[in-house]
């Protein structure tokens, strides 16, 4: 192994965010309101050769998981040549994807005997009408489906990713318990983010996952302690219920501390931060093996610059326009 990649902070960096394309088929209220639409020229998204070329350069400096993701990343036709690249690689133990679930039904077999270990499934609303209103898309069945096609082909445990959104979902949470009850199922819920593309949205719909814990912690759901190498989300279980739910609350005080995770998007730029102010190009070095050396160097050299903090809590959004432009 190179170097563990490591900041000026202390934080290792076991986990890589990839995604493989912006393009998304959604049209999540919070990401792409008016749908996907291509941001001016460019070379095309990181091929399987170059993807594999990251992967393998973050494998040989201590990362041991990879989630794929974008935009909508099962809409890449080599999806499930992205996966089995991935699995392939000597030192990555968890491959994880996140997804908004309209191939699942179909694909998921097909994924896990490529080796995906881990699924994230967006359903920020079990009311399909209510789904539809969010996502843009009347597909809330077909991703139940989907859900329920991960179990069939042997994943263990599903995770949901609902984002909270005053107004719009947030009277679900009684439905939402009674759907994990007896669900191997982490329903994640994440607190509306920030994003320099969006308006009044937040001001509308942004709820804190404040009083979702303090409803958890008065019905007797109890706080998971946590690994040292797990992600920022708290993590709650109860007695009574299969399920767990988990609270992502990125205004929290401290949230970054525990941060784990490099990004690298689909144009093949290195995101120290989902809030950063820019992505430095790798691009130019994954076009040969022998660049790995080159390629290493310049990600720690950009590791010294990570901030302490994304600084959102004082109103700062960075450049990222939407979460599908960097892979949320
Ligand atoms: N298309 C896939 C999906 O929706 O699962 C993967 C990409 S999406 C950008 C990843 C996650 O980011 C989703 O769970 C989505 O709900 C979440 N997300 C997108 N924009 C967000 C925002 N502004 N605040 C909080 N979460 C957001
Ligand atoms: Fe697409 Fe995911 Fe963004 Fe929704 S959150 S628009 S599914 S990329």
Redesign the pocket.
């Known amino acids: 192994m190179s170097v563990q990649f490591e900041d000026s902070f202390h934080r290792k960096f076991y986990y890589l965010r990839l995604s493989i394309t912006d393009v ?1 088929n ?1 049209r ?1 209220t ?2 792409l309101p008016e749908g996907y639409k291509p941001a001016g020229k460019n070379s095309g998204f990181l091929t399987l050769d170059e993807l594999h070329r990251v992967v393998t350069a973050f494998s040989h400096c201590g990362t041991s998981k990879v989630r794929i ?5 099962t809409l890449r036709r080599d999806f499930t040549d992205v996966v089995a690249m991935i699995a392939a690689q000597d030192g990555i133990k968890k491959v994880a994807m ?3 679930g309209y191939r699942l039904e179909k694909n998921a077999q097909q994924w896990r005997d490529a080796g995906l270990t881990n699924i ?3 359903v ?1 609303s079990l009311d399909p009408r209510m789904f539809h209103q969010i996502t843009g898309e009347n597909k809330f069945h077909q991703v139940m489906r989907g859900i329920d096609a991960a179990f069939d082909a042997g994943f263990e445990q599903v995770k949901v ?1 609902a ?1 909270l959104l005053k107004n719009l979902n947030s009277g679900e949470l009684p439905a939402f318990l009674n759907w994990i009850k007896d669900r191997p199922i982490q329903l994640r819920f ?4 920030q ?1 320099g593309d ?1 308006d009044s949205l937040f001001e509308q719909h942004h709820q804190s996952g404040v009083s979702v814990r303090n409803h958890l912690i008065a019905n007797g759901w109890i706080m998971k302690v946590r690994d040292q190498n797990d992600g920022p989300a708290e993590v709650f279980c109860h007695p009574d219920y299969q399920g767990e739910i988990g609270l992502i609350m990125p205004y929290k005080k401290d949230f970054c501390s525990s941060c784990n995770r490099l990004r690298v998007s689909a144009l093949g730029k290195l995101h120290m931060c989902l809030f950063g102010d820019y992505g430095v190009d790798l691009r130019d070095l994954l076009q040969d093996n022998a660049q790995e050396e080159a390629l290493v160097a310049r990600i720690q050299g950009e590791l010294l610059n990570k901030k302490q903090s994304h600084f959102l809590d004082q109103g700062h959004t960075g450049m990222t326009p ?3 432009s960097i ?2």
């Open positions: 998304c959604f999540c919070y990401c993701t974008g935009g909508e990343p996140t997804t908004n994230n499934v967006s920020d990713n984002v994440i607190e509306l983010m994003t969006m939407h979460l599908a892979g949320g």
